[in-house]
């Protein structure tokens, strides 16, 4: 068996817990794409066994999140788990909010939290700051494309946030409180989509279980990878196959058609997924191969 799973992780679950959870399940190697926050809910995609080789392609795309801002106080981890180091009587109104939220979109510039899986010298910045140290870190771009207010709560608000790879949305929240004058927290966070994962087809840990014990061949819940990507369908002639699984290039001769240049496609021979590959000086490359 091979696939991808769309996990609905729950709080309180770490994102490498969620992995192993599928690990023991299936017995595969298993990797996830996307970490979210232990108490962070919502879209994980899961790699399994061949499926690994995938990441880079299968989890690229916008991610969406709803997330709570909550007004008054700061904490170390920037989220609801941490220890208070800041309070605050201001409570900025829904008109200042939305007027402040058009700065935060597009390309912008954000300094990584303290408590992330960032490396410094080798070690995690969560383990750096759960030891009471604390160095410097460079600020890095990202985008953010979209951010709208969904709704008010008595001491903040809830926000939808698309974005793309590398976005901190604690640090994004406490960035928005903190330019309107005031200290704020991520209350709490739910992740809708990453690429083609939507939160509307993700099955929760219990209702995997249940389908892995029905299915044990993984039919209905261990899903094709190419099914999450973008990526033009080429299908490989039959007479071409012994050339494409020993990594000759293909000309267009090899093929039902030829996509256009430099352009990622999903590979296909008999009809079944077997690669990425990229199109380039009229030559279809393998990138990664799925398929043995």
Not at 13 to 19: R, W
Not at 72 to 77: A, H, K, S
Not at 124 to 146: C, D, M, P, S, W
Not at 163 to 192: H, N, P, Q, W
Request: aromatic share 8%; glycine share 8%; proline share 5%.
């Amino acid at each position: 068996m091979n696939g991808v799973i769309n996990l609905l992780k729950p709080p309180g679950m770490t994102s490498f817990q969620a992995a192993s959870f599928v690990h023991r399940l299936t017995g595969l190697k298993t990797g996830h794409g996307g970490t979210l926050d232990p108490e962070a809910a919502g879209v994980l995609p899961i790699l399994a066994g061949r499926a690994t080789k995938l990441f880079d392609y299968i989890v690229e795309g916008q991610k969406v999140y709803v997330a709570g801002l909550q007004f008054g106080v700061l904490t170390d981890t920037q989220d609801a788990q941490g220890k208070v180091i800041g309070r605050s009587s201001v409570l900025p109104d829904r008109q200042a909010i939305e007027q402040a939220l058009p700065a935060f979109e597009g390309d912008i510039m954000q300094t990584p939290p303290m408590y992330s899986a960032i490396k410094k010298d080798g070690k995690r910045l969560y383990t750096l700051a759960r030891q009471g140290v604390e160095v410097k870190r460079e600020a890095r771009q990202v985008r953010v494309e979209k951010i709208d207010y969904l709704f008010e709560e008595s001491d903040g608000c809830t926000l939808r946030i698309v974005c793309g790879k590398g976005v901190y949305i604690r640090t994004l929240l406490v960035d928005i409180a903190s330019f309107l004058g005031a200290l704020g927290i991520m209350r709490y966070l739910i992740r809708e989509q990453v690429g083609n994962f939507h939160i509307n087809q993700a099955l929760s840990p219990k209702e995997l279980e249940t389908l892995a014990n029905l299915y044990p061949d993984g039919q209905g819940w261990l899903r094709n990878p190419d099914d999450y990507l973008n990526y033009p369908k080429v299908q490989v002639k039959e007479e071409s196959q012994k050339k494409f699984k020993n990594g000759v290039p293909l000309t267009k001769e090899d093929l039902f058609s030829f996509p256009k240049e430099d352009t990622l496609v999903s590979m296909y021979l008999q009809d079944q997924f077997f690669a990425i590959g990229q199109a380039k000086d009229l030559q279809i490359k393998t990138l990664v191969r799925y398929q043995l």
